[in-house]
Nanobody, 123 residues
């Protein structure tokens, strides 16, 4: 069974940066495609970014493109989300997700989820 543990959330000022980490266990990490989703207060969970198991391909939601960077270190079984130029509307619980199958921005493609980490951007 794959387990995902996020860390790195917290309070940050508008314009600041934060890096989230997601460490996986239970399966060879390079066989997992990883993604980040987020749920803002009162809203549905939405796709943020994904990265293929090899790290060779990434994709981003338009709302974060150019500001966020998803990456991974297969030697450390960890995926990252570097968040720059943060805005109050980035305030959300951020979830790490993983799949061994098709990768996309759809939640239903992901079999494994972390517990979430809160990011709050103050104005």
């Amino acid at each position: 069974q794959v387990q995902l543990v996020e860390s790195g959330g917290g309070l940050v000022q508008t314009g600041g940066s934060r890096r989230l980490s997601c460490t996986a266990s239970g399966r060879t990490f390079s066989t997992l495609h990883m993604a980040w989703f987020r749920r803002a207060p009162g809203k549905e969970r939405e796709f943020v970014a994904y990265i293929y198991g090899s790290g060779g391909s990434t994709n981003y939601a338009n709302s974060v493109k150019g500001r966020f960077i998803i990456s991974r270190d297969n030697g450390k079984n960890t995926a990252y989300l570097q968040m720059n130029s943060l805005k109050p509307e980035d305030t959300a619980v951020y979830y790490c997700a993983a799949t061994g199958g098709w990768v996309s921005g759809e939640e239903s493609n992901y079999n494994y989820w972390g517990q979430g980490t809160q990011v709050t951007v103050s104005s």
